[in-house]
């Protein structure tokens, strides 16, 4: 920094002077934070869609599960969504990767249900996931393929209650 030189009153007018300047920059802000308050206060406002309810169109189109009680188990269900649209389920098995290491983990998988349009409990996901998974805690692509295309186990009845 320079010494200060001239005069006590050359001094003095120098600081009124950077006083004034610096108000009238204060001022320009004002004036402009009021206009960008204007042009933010105009934009529309994004609107979060809607949650999809249960049984709504996802990439494999609707899906209502049977909750009643004669129903089979909600994660048999959603196997049997699944293997009916085996082939877009694998297409999208890579979407599902959010890692890109090949598997799918359980976060991701639960990630994947309301794509789908699957809007089930996460304990029957979780029942599906583990049947699925192999108790290694992931899927792969591998492992996915082979039970989308098996022959799902026939269900045995329950009996009826007397």
Request: proline fraction near 10%; charged fraction near 30%; glycine fraction near 10%.
């Amino acid at each position: 920094m320079p010494p200060l030189s001239g005069t006590l009153e050359e001094r003095k007018a120098e600081l009124s002077q950077l006083h004034r300047t610096v108000g009238d920059l204060n001022l320009a802000l004002s004036e402009k934070d009021r206009q960008i308050h204007s042009l933010e206060s105009q934009i529309p406002k994004k609107k979060e869609p809607p949650p999809k309810p249960k049984g709504s169109s996802g990439v494999l189109g609707a899906i209502d599960l049977d909750e009643g009680p004669d129903a089979p188990p909600i994660s048999e269900q959603i196997a049997s969504a699944l293997r009916s649209g085996a082939g877009r389920v694998l297409d999208l098995f890579r979407e599902w990767d959010a890692d890109g290491d090949g598997e799918i983990s359980r976060k991701e998988f639960h990630k994947a249900m309301p794509a789908l349009g699957l809007e089930v409990p996460k304990a029957d996901v979780d029942k599906l996931f583990d049947e699925w998974g192999g108790g290694d805690g992931t899927i792969t692509y591998k492992e996915m393929s082979q039970i989308l295309k098996a022959k799902p186990k026939p269900r045995v009845p329950m009996p009826a209650k007397k």
